[in-house]
Nanobody
Framework: QLRLVESGGGLVQPGGSLRLSCTAS???????IGWFRQVPGKEREGVSR???????YYADSVKGRFTISRDNAKNTVVLQMNSLKPEDTAVYYCAASTRSGPGLEQHEYAYWGPGTQVTVSS
């Protein structure tokens, strides 16, 4: 059974860093992986994605601050988040797409993790 689990969330001060991991199990790790985030009362938004081949894409709001990478041997995708701002506070989800190079639209992703909370506050 395909399963995704996020880890690494927590509380950090503005300007700080967090490293989120998305670990997959139950399937061959040749999917595009995306990170999304959601604040209560708002639409879930795409943050970043990495294709099967390793090409990356970032939302404008995180470009230059977040870096996505993947380790296929460990079935893991990492989202390194630097220079965090209070507006980055959200539940962060990773998701897997059967498309080799998906965008950041939710409908492109069939499998989702349960999410991890990131809070940026002083």
């Amino acid at each position: 059974q395909l399963r995704l689990v996020e880890s690494g969330g927590g509380l950090v001060q503005p300007g700080g860093s967090l490293r989120l991991s998305c670990t997959a199990s139950g399937f061959t790790f040749n999917y595009g992986i995306g990170w999304f985030r959601q604040v209560p009362g708002k639409e879930r938004e795409g943050v970043s994605r990495i294709s099967r081949g390793g090409s990356t894409y970032y939302a404008d709001s995180v470009k230059g601050r977040f870096t996505i990478s993947r380790d296929n041997a460990k079935n893991t995708v990492v989202l390194q988040m630097n220079s965090l701002k209070p507006e980055d506070t959200a539940v962060y989800y990773c998701a897997a797409s059967t498309r080799s190079g998906p965008g950041l639209e939710q409908h492109e992703y069939a499998y989702w993790g349960p999410g991890t909370q990131v809070t940026v506050s002083s």
